[in-house]
């Protein structure tokens, strides 16, 4: 198998074993990005000659049998991360000059843990998109299907694992913007507890609902990259000041004796039939593996996409509204008057789908319509809490499909933005009630692309999602290696 194909658990015990350095790999991943970067389009911004050096440094420390868990890995970020002396743009004109004078905590945990950072890789702009097609700079392809969308916002970051441009990725998830694009690439996200990873030097879409997570080639990986980002953060006022299990402990720890919920409301109309059988085997498959299978209720899932576009976008409103030309980032040069020249600054620097946005959300916050759409969007997801609540009174882990449909053609639904919010009905509720969720490959389409399982877990227990997903990824054994959009790119060793 390709260096660039191994996950982090093998190039971990290589690297140690010295049967292969850091430099090597890195050339090896760097090989592989000149290759297919062509035809994938995951990059915004490569930096490899910063990722030599930190390749040089992590052989040094490996030769002393030194280094963290990551040591030598190389690794993708999704472009909403802040990266001191690299260029962090959000996929937005606004910031394409921007060039943070500081690393974000998860930034600075990864180094720390010796992992070689490759450069920052395409997003829907602002995280507000679910097609990875509202990059201002790059749509990046599905490695599967180079004419389909990889999924967003965190489409780069997935294809960028699924393509074998990086071992790894972090992305994040503000309505299913890891699962999804996860799902469509057939690698695993994870979207964490809300509070479980700092957001510290994450630049903000809607922070009540925004998450970072991992995108790996496996569950064992997953596990891994966790341990590594999870963790207090006297910075973030909403990280939560709770002890780190160990992860990787509970993959192996299996299925038998738990309760798997199925939601019948994600199972109704709308929902593909390919992508149903998919997940129903699945689901027979654990209960072979000694889970018990049970139907739970979410009633108030119909109202989730409603409230979840008005309090994000309400938030966004207000987080967006730092971008004005004046401190850092674009600045217009026409306007005469202040107001002109942030009229100007926001029209240029935004595209449309984040103005789309603000004004739907500056609209529901707005004088005499607040208590209409805000207050009334921020009650239905007291609901939306408590029937997650009533649900794990019966169950330890929902189980149901990550996205309705398979990947569709790139452009197919770019003029149809409602069709696009409906793309996410099946992930954005566990936003909204702040919990872990996460996708594992468990079939193809008749097409060939992959097909995502979505697993829920009550608030603190990514445990039980890694013990379920690696039973769905053990027993089904599919392989994923070798995406069928990219054959006959070769790169790397």
Request: with cysteine; proline share 4%.
């Amino acid at each position: 198998m390709e260096l660039y194909n191994r996950t982090i658990q093998e190039l971990g015990n290589m690297l140690a074993s010295r049967q292969v350095s850091s430099v090597e790999l890195l050339q090896a991943v760097l090989d592989r990005i000149t290759a297919v970067e062509g035809t994938v389009q995951a990059y915004l911004t490569l930096d490899a000659e910063g990722a030599r050096h930190q390749a040089e440094n992590a052989d040094r420390l490996l030769a002393k049998g030194e280094g963290g868990m990551l040591c030598g890995i190389p690794l993708s970020l999704k472009d909403v991360l802040c990266t001191k002396g690299l260029r962090t743009t959000c996929g937005s004109k606004i910031l394409e000059p921007f060039v943070p004078p500081y690393n974000a905590t998860v930034v600075e945990k990864i180094k720390d843990a010796g992992a070689v950072i490759l450069g920052k890789v395409s997003m829907d702009e602002f995280a507000m998109g679910s097609s990875n097609e509202n990059c201002a700079f790059s749509v990046p392809r599905n490695p599967w299907r180079t004419d389909c969308v990889c999924g967003g916002s965190s489409g780069g970051s997935a294809a960028s694992v699924a393509a074998g441009e990086a071992v790894a990725s972090i992305g994040s998830d503000t309505g299913g913007s890891i699962r999804q694009p996860a799902s469509h690439c057939g690698v695993v996200g994870l979207k964490p507890t809300y509070g479980r990873v700092s957001r510290y030097g994450l630049v903000a879409y809607a922070s009540s609902l925004d998450q970072l997570g991992p995108i790996t080639r496996n569950v064992a990986d997953n596990a891994l990259l966790l341990q590594v980002m999870a963790g207090h953060d006297q910075r973030d006022s909403t990280s939560v000041d709770r002890p780190v299990p160990h992860y990787g402990s509970a993959v192996e720890s299996g299925v038998k004796g738990l309760r798997l919920g199925l939601p019948k409301e994600y199972f109704a109309k709308g929902l593909a039939p390919e992508v149903e059988a998919a997940v129903r085997q699945a689901i027979e498959v654990l209960r072979g593996a000694g889970a018990e299978i049970v139907t739970v209720s979410l009633p108030h899932t119909e109202y989730c996409v409603a409230a979840y576009y008005i309090i994000a976008s309400a938030e966004a409103s207000s987080n967006l509204a730092r971008f004005d030309g004046v401190r850092y980032g674009h600045r217009a040069q026409e306007g005469d008057t202040l107001q002109a020249m942030y009229s100007a600054t926001r029209s240029q620097g935004f595209g449309d789908e984040v103005k789309r946005r603000i004004i739907i959300g500056t609209y529901a916050l707005s004088s005499g319509y607040y208590d209409a759409y805000y207050k009334k969007a921020s009650q239905v997801r007291s609901l939306i809490i408590d029937d997650y609540q009533q649900a794990f009174a019966t169950c330890d882990v929902l189980v149901s499909a990550v996205a309705p449909t398979p990947a569709w053609r790139l452009g197919e639904m770019v003029d149809d933005p409602l069709s696009m919010y409906l793309s996410d009905i099946l992930t954005i509720s566990t936003n909204l009630a702040g919990l872990p969720g996460m996708s594992v490959p468990c079939g193809f389409s008749s097409t060939g692309l992959p097909i995502g399982l979505q697993l829920q877990g009550a608030h603190f227990q990514e445990e039980r999602l890694f013990a379920v997903a690696r039973v769905v990824e053990r027993e089904l054994g599919l392989d994923l290696s070798q995406p069928a959009g990219l054959t006959g790119l070769g790169g790397g060793r």
